[in-house]
């Protein structure tokens, strides 16, 4: 049994016959069922559709916290060893991926004119999109007159 657990589901053993273990990563590649997103997915008897990471989660470790979400600390989606999951905010997982467009925006320090997303020159828009004071003056214009630092 690769995912050890005092009270087995009777539909583990044919979980765990889905998985792979990759002896180079040591990730447990899910070889079932797989969603456009690139996420596994399980049927466990009776019950709906789940995706195969949270399930691995679950029987390992127990429930997932509603304000809580699973993170693959591997970056493989298809990846259901318990070892490679941690539980995050939804934010925190957001964040941890590098190359996503909310982490790259949350790296940012100035606007594209050069004035500092900080201090008093610092606002946010309707949607929480941080915004620089200079640059929304009235006359700031497409050209930006407002100087950087202000």
């Known amino acids: 049994m690769l995912i050890q657990t005092d009270d087995p589901p009777p539909w583990l053993g044919r979980f765990e016959a889905a998985i792979e273990p990759e002896p180079m990563s ?8 797989v969603l456009p997103n690139g996420y596994g997915y399980f049927h466990p008897k009776h019950a709906t559709s789940r ?6 989660w679950e ?6 916290p509603p304000s809580l979400t699973i993170d693959h600390k591997c970056r493989v989606k298809r990846c259901v060893n318990p070892r490679h999951l941690r539980l995050m905010t939804s ?3 957001t964040l941890a ?9 949350a790296r940012k ?11 008093r020159n610092l606002r946010y828009g309707e949607n929480g999109q ?3 004071r200079g640059c929304a003056r009235p ?3 497409a050209a930006g007159t407002a100087r950087p630092g202000q």
């Open 97 to 105: 991926c590098e190359y996503a467009p909310a982490t790259i925006n």
């Open 109 to 119: 320090t100035h606007c594209l004119r050069g004035h500092a997303f900080s201090g």
């Open 91 to 93: 934010r925190d997982n």
């Open 130 to 132: 941080r915004k620089c």
């Open 26 to 33: 040591g990730c447990w590649l899910w070889t079932g069922g």
């Open 139 to 141: 006359g700031a214009g």
């Open 51 to 56: 995706q195969a990471h949270r399930v691995a």
């Open 59 to 64: 029987v390992a470790n127990g429930s997932i």
